[in-house]
């Protein structure tokens, strides 16, 4: 009778995923009798998680054997039938549990088995699974996790935490960025998915870590166009490959031979630095008419109108969305600089958005060299290059500057040869002769040596007094504007040989009246002195006719003889 037979054993109530489940059928009569023979009719079924038929083994002794292997845990129904009715009890409800966790079909759940960010603390899961896929509900199981970089030194360690439900919490915490192999164990099988590839990127910027390189960081050219990168960084130091923050680069001139910093009114409105880069007026950066960058700064450049830099300035700084930042300048003064650089990083951990100075800012030595040697711009220093003396070795300087005014400090680059130095005194007319040629023009070559350091110094010896016009030539390509500077060679000291007596009565006089002639006074080269000061002798010695004799012939007067006296005259007045 079905209604009456009876299922007792484990399996109508409970089982394990893959493991085999049994329970034991005994036949009863409708009085409830165990029944001794075989050949019932029974059936089992199993619904629910998943459906199933079982299987029943008949032992002839009117007990059955029923057993089933249910794969997928879950709650089952589990009907047991005789010639298609219920046996006292039908239908069941089995509770099939998962099986012990297996590695291979354990699963890695989270983004932090994927990705991370250097800096922060990462976690994820680890669910355990049975050999079938079905969650383990509760924990007692040793998991370890390894994460591997490409550096050895780069290894992490993680934590396993169980929640005792199945689930394992992994921490860890990394600190260099990088490509990690992740490796997670449950004793001898590894996790699904393992090794899984994990990246690690850098965390938020730290402006205080963030770093400047490039060929003009510190050290730019007059003139030219000059970029260096910023290099956005966590607090471990770690390169950002991401943009977003706001950079601001500002420059400001250092006194020569001090530390004071030039302080004018080469600022925009409220104070705020100009940005070197394209010539725009504040007027046109505040009406919009420049692109500007994240931060609102236009490409403008605050100048004196000598082209200066006047107080502080500020560079353009572009975002190049890769965690670096190209900072430009256009310094047209060379020297010494102070360069800070700060940060407001709106990814940074500096929550309250004040600026902050990126690693080693401010710059106190940042220097600006001078551009290639500009020949036009070229210059003379030195007394020497004015005044000279006849006949004195006298020195002056020749200095090449770049194109806007810097003078050099090595001797500049592309120049093949020192420079010719020339001196032309032109030719000059004999006035007194209705313009006939007095002299011919002259060319003094100077002697050219090499300091060095931008300069050259010029010697040269002028023996021919007058104004010469100086011409300097670099290569074949002079100096501008050639001839307007000018050396005035000025007679040397008087020479007593050279010096010249002029007029008349330097040859012949007249008894009883006023007699007149000049001496010039000349160097040892010839050249006429145009100031006095020179103490000159004159003594005038001859033989002179006897006393008393007349124009007319000797002999006539009392006092006349055919014996001449000598006299001489001294202390004529000059």
Do not use: W
Request: proline residues 5%; charged residues 20%.
């Amino acid at each position: 009778n079905p209604t009456t037979s009876v299922a007792v054993g484990p399996g109508t109530s409970s089982a394990t995923a893959g493991v085999l489940a049994k329970f034991t059928i005994q036949a009863l009569d409708r009085f409830k009798n165990q029944c001794t023979g075989g050949e019932d009719p029974f059936v089992l079924n199993l619904s629910g998680a998943a459906n199933m038929p079982g299987e029943v083994v008949d032992l002839e002794t009117g007990r059955y054997v029923a057993s089933y292997t249910a794969k997928k845990s879950g709650v089952y129904k589990l009907d047991v039938t005789c010639n298609g009715e219920a046996i006292e009890g039908s239908p069941f409800t089995v509770a099939c549990a998962p099986a012990a966790a297996f590695g291979p079909r354990c699963e890695m759940v989270g983004d932090c088995a994927q990705r991370a960010r250097a800096g922060g603390a990462c976690e994820f899961e680890i669910v355990a699974k049975d050999v079938f896929g079905n969650e383990v509900t509760k924990g007692g199981d040793s998991f370890v996790v390894q994460l591997d970089g490409d550096d050895i030194l780069a290894a992490l360690n993680a934590t396993v935490h169980d929640r005792d439900n199945g689930r394992y919490l992994v921490s860890y915490h990394p600190i260099v960025i990088g490509r990690y192999k992740l490796i997670a164990r449950l004793g001898p099988q590894i996790v699904f998915g393992c090794p899984a590839d994990l990246l690690v990127r850098a965390g938020p910027t730290n402006p205080s870590t963030c770093t400047g390189e490039g060929r003009y960081f510190l050290e730019g050219v007059a003139g030219e166009r000059c970029t260096f990168t910023i290099c956005a960084r966590d607090e471990n130091h770690n390169a950002r490959d991401e943009g977003g923050d706001d950079f601001v680069a500002i420059m400001e001139k250092v006194q020569e031979g001090s530390d004071e910093l030039i302080q004018s009114g080469g600022v925009g409105a409220g104070g705020n630095p100009g940005v070197i880069g394209a010539h725009l007026s504040l007027a046109q950066r505040e009406a919009g008419s420049s692109s500007t960058g994240r931060n609102g700064a236009a490409a403008a450049v605050v100048e004196a109108s000598d082209g200066k830099l006047q107080g502080p300035t500020r560079c353009q700084v572009d975002d190049l969305n890769n965690g670096k930042y190209a900072v430009t300048y256009t310094p047209h003064q060379s020297g010494r600089y102070r360069l800070s650089i700060t940060c407001a990083a709106s990814t940074s951990t500096n929550s309250d958005g004040q600026a902050v100075h990126i690693l080693g800012s401010p710059f106190q030595s940042m220097f600006v060299k001078p551009g290639p040697v500009h020949v036009p711009n070229t210059t003379v220093a030195r007394l020497g290059a004015n005044r000279a003396i006849a006949g004195e070795p006298t020195l002056f300087l020749v200095e090449a500057r770049d194109g806007k005014g810097n003078k050099l400090i090595t001797s500049p680059a592309g120049v093949q040869s020192l420079p010719k130095v020339v001196m032309v005194l032109p030719a000059q007319t004999n006035q007194q002769q209705g313009g006939a040629p007095g002299r011919a023009k002259l060319d003094l070559v100077c002697e050219v040596s090499d300091a060095h350091n931008g300069t050259y110094k010029i010697k040269y010896v002028a023996s021919t007094a007058g104004t010469y016009d100086l011409q300097v030539s670099f290569d074949g390509e002079a100096t501008s504007p050639p001839p307007h500077h000018q050396i005035v060679v000025e007679p040397g000291p008087t020479f007593a040989t050279t010096c010249d007596v002029v007029g008349e009565a330097a040859v012949r006089a007249v008894a009883g009246k006023p007699n007149k002639f000049e001496v010039q006074a000349c160097d040892q080269f010839g050249n006429h002195l145009t100031k006095g000061g020179d103490l000159f002798e004159c003594l005038m010695t001859g033989h002179l006719k006897s006393k008393g004799n007349n124009a007319t012939g000797a002999g006539q007067g009392k006092d006349a003889t055919s014996k001449d006296e000598k006299e001489s005259y001294s202390g004529a007045s000059l």
